[in-house]
């Protein structure tokens, strides 16, 4: 089993950067493909992005694309979200999920169905 913790979330302006961080525990951290999903007040669960274990392969939702970026350090267990121009909309739980994929290359889905281990969440908010 991974442990997932979230860190970074926080109030910014319209317009302005946050970069969460996802920081991976456990017996288990290696060859894992990563993710950041989001949830805001009375709706789903919904993927934001992901990439795979050695980084080459990147996933974003169309509603992010261009303004968030997912990186990782390997080294560090770390995955990042870098996210620019922000939106109001963008105002959600953010979470970190995890799991192994078929290949290092792989993602293994953009579902939450996808992924086994979460993390607890870090609150974003962004005011108009």
Known sequence: QVQLVESGGGLVQAGGSLRLSCTASGPTTSNLAMAWFRQAPGKEREFVAAISWIGENT??????????????????????????????????????????????????????????????????????
């Open 59 to 128: 996933r974003y939702a169309d509603s992010v694309k261009g303004r968030f970026s997912i990186s990782r350090d390997n080294a560090k267990n770390t995955v990042y979200l870098q996210m620019n121009s922000l939106k109001p909309e963008d105002t959600a739980v953010y979470y970190c999920a995890a799991d192994r994929a078929f290949r290092q290359s792989s993602i293994p889905g953009l579902t939450t169905g996808a992924f086994r281990s979460w993390g607890q969440g870090t609150q974003v908010t962004v005011s108009s």
